[in-house]
Structures are given as C-alpha cells and as structure tokens.
Nanobody, 119 residues
C-alpha cells in the first residue's frame, strides 16, 4: 500500500523560502515519476512540479517556474520541493504523488503539508 508523508510546511513571509519533503513507502520509488500538487483554500488541487524516475526532466507549472525546484533522492525514497520567492497565492496544502506527465497515479494521498505565505 502506498504511503506518502509530506512535511516541511509552515508560515513564511512573502519573498521567503521553504523546502518541502515527501517520503514514500510501499512503492518501488525509483521506478516512478514523482510530482507535487497544490490545493489553495476553496480550490481544486493543481499540478505544481514533476520529476522523472531518474531525477531528470523536471517541469513546472507556469506559476512557479523560476521560483520552485523539484528534486529527489531515490536512496531515501524522498522527493523535495524547494520553494523560493514565495507569494501569498502559494498558500495552501501541498501534496506529492506518483505521476505520469502531470497526472497523479496513486489513488491514495498523504495528509499534505500546509504552507501559509503572509506578512
């Protein structure tokens, strides 16, 4: 059974940075592309960033290009999201999942990690 545990969120001022982590278990982690998704208050969950199984070919939603960086450590079965130059619109819950393109592939989601960008 897939388990995804996100962490690293918090309260940060506009322009600040956070690094999110997602630890995966119950899957052959190194065989899957992984991605991050963002759910703003009252909105649908949206794609943020993805990375291939090998750590190459990262790609991003237009709204985060140049500000966020996705990476992974297959030995630790963990995917990261470095978030810089944060904006109030980045506020919400961040989730990870396996991906095919920008589409999540695992039915179960973790609890997410809350990011609040506010002065």
């Amino acid at each position: 059974q897939v388990q995804l545990v996100e962490s690293g969120g918090g309260l940060v001022q506009p322009g600040g940075s956070l690094r999110l982590s997602c630890a995966a278990s119950g899957i052959l982690f190194s065989s899957h592309g992984m991605g991050w998704f963002h759910q703003a208050p009252g909105k649908e969950r949206e794609f943020v960033a993805a990375i291939s199984w090998s750590g190459g070919n990262p790609y991003y939603a237009d709204s985060v290009k140049g500000r966020f960086t996705i990476s992974r450590d297959n030995a630790k079965k963990t995917v990261y999201l470095q978030m810089n130059s944060l904006k109030p619109d980045d506020t919400g819950v961040y989730y990870c999942n396996g991906v095919r393109g920008a589409i999540p592939i695992f039915r179960s989601w973790g609890q997410g990690t809350q990011v609040t960008v506010s002065s």
